[in-house]
């Protein structure tokens, strides 16, 4: 009968730490994807600067023409 407790608490602590393994697993690759997600947004602001500012010559060199 102890024998039978005993490894019914052994069998029990492995699945609380598998269980607890699995969640920071999870929460670190959330965190992860919230990352390279929040770099992509950056990226794509950038780059959309980079097309504005590119474009502001262009639109003032358009208007000199027209006048």
Request: aromatic share 4%; net charge positive; hydrophobic share 45%.
């Amino acid at each position: 009968m102890t024998m039978l407790f005993f490894g019914l608490v052994v069998l029990v602590n492995i699945g609380i730490r598998a269980d607890s393994s699995q969640r920071d697993l999870t929460r670190s690759r959330a965190e992860l994807n919230a990352v390279t997600y929040a770099d992509h947004m950056k990226a794509d602001i950038v780059r959309g600067i980079d097309i504005t500012n590119l474009a502001k010559p262009l639109d003032i060199e358009k208007m000199k023409n027209t006048i």
